[in-house]
């Protein structure tokens, strides 16, 4: 099977990667429009900065705890095994949630509201993309339902 073909997610992947190097090498203002002043400019560096290494932890713990279960495809692996506990005890998919965190602290820190919008489009594939892995995972694991039930899926607490 080709990767072409997307059949396990590729091509989700390759927009994800497209989108996430927008957030960060994008360009911050559009030319012949206001860039509208970013409250708080010393507030957004120190929160931006929180957010980038809360963001960025929630991340690897996620990586980590996967280990030898990690895929850079959203289909889950023929031998992999549903993981519950450490970061995925907080949400369903802390690295998509890392990076968001991530990224939203990024734009707190470049003062930008065009690399808001940017992580706000990411935050709507994330979104979509994780359904269909989740679809996916409900196949494959049938306690998944129970653990969607009991854990947000993107963002500790919130959603």
Known sequence: MAWRDGKRGEWLVVIQVILMAVVFLGPRTVSGYPSGSFPFRRGSLVVGAVLMVVGGALLVAGLVRLGRGLSPLPSPRER??????????????????GGLVLAAGWALVARSWLTVGYVLL???FLDLKSRREEKWLVARFPEYRGYQKRVRKLIPFVY
Not at 81 to 88: A, F
Request: glycine share 14%; proline share 10%.
């Open 80 to 97: 992999s095994v549903l993981v519950q506990t450490g970061p995925y005890a907080l949400v369903r998919h802390p690295m998509y949630g």
């Open 122 to 124: 990411l935050f709507g």
